[in-house]
């Protein structure tokens, strides 16, 4: 059964960090949920662009491959990546802003780059030892917001810790959101969380979750659970 596709993003993408073998039993207990799938560097490299195709039959795709090279080779790329039929790609703010100027042309309505600002995995210890002097997370994630907001790009990936403080300089910006968990869920390798009805408080359009749902005892349930709580936040 397909989902209908329309411009309009889910409110959570389920993030299939798992072997192929277990995404189509993923895939059929998630079925009629308005939910979006993430296809991270795990996935695509196991499996390649076909998949990809079939998994945007299903619903919303956003790849998550983090794009950063050169200019003319990640608009290559994300030319090649904008044929698959999926709705959003990332690409590292960090790859500066020649990269970042040759992608806004490519964008259309039913497909959109994110800029990655910080990594939600990352700490002040990491920032250190890549020799970023700024002075905290939030700060370093404002600035590369603004350079990539400035090459024209209108989407971002960021913590729940940094969205209200870039919402707040770009109030028509998409942010997409990782690093949510629900009340009482593991933290895993995530730093800086917030849970679902919070991440949307403070300004997220969608969020990405992914063990909380595919490692629950029921995903379904899970799933259910998490957008019920968006419901309630809205």
């Known amino acids: 059964m397909v989902q209908d596709q329309s411009h309009?993003?889910?409110p959570v993408f389920v993030a299939l960090d798992m072997a192929q073998a277990e995404v189509?039993?993923?895939?059929?207990?998630?079925?009629?949920l308005n939910l979006?799938?993430?296809?991270?560097?795990?996935?695509?490299?196991?499996?390649g662009p076909d998949f990809v195709r079939q998994l945007a039959e299903w619903g919303?795709?956003?790849?998550?491959?983090?794009?950063?090279d050169i200019p003319n080779t990640v608009a290559s790329a994300a030319a090649r990546i904008a044929d698959l039929g999926v709705r959003l790609t990332t690409v590292h703010a960090s790859g500066g802003r020649a990269m970042l100027e040759g992608l806004a042309a490519l964008e259309r309505p039913d497909f959109r780059f994110l800029a990655v600002t910080v990594l939600t995995s990352a700490d002040r210890a990491e920032l250190d030892g890549l020799g970023i002097a700024k002075p905290d997370l939030g700060e370093h994630a404002r600035h590369l917001f603004r350079l990539a907001s400035d090459c024209g790009l209108g989407g971002f990936v960021c913590s729940p810790q940094e969205v209200a403080a870039l919402r707040a300089l770009r109030d028509d910006a998409l942010f997409v959101t990782p690093g949510v968990r629900p009340a009482g869920a593991a933290r895993d390798?995530?730093?800086?969380?917030?849970?679902?009805?919070?991440?949307?408080?403070?300004?997220?359009?969608?969020?990405?979750?992914?063990?909380?749902?595919?490692?629950?005892?029921?995903?379904?349930?899970?799933a259910e659970a998490i957008l019920a709580e968006i419901d309630g936040h809205g």
């Open 8 to 10: 309009r993003l889910p």
């Open 24 to 32: 189509e039993p993923m895939l059929d207990r998630l079925e009629g």
């Open 36 to 47: 979006g799938l993430k296809v991270g560097m795990e996935l695509f490299y196991q499996t």
């Open 60 to 68: 919303p795709v956003f790849l998550d491959l983090k794009l950063h």
């Open 189 to 222: 390798d995530q730093t800086r969380i917030a849970t679902p009805a919070d991440a949307m408080a403070r300004g997220a359009s969608s969020l990405v979750i992914g063990r909380p749902i595919t490692r629950a005892a029921d995903p379904r349930a899970a």
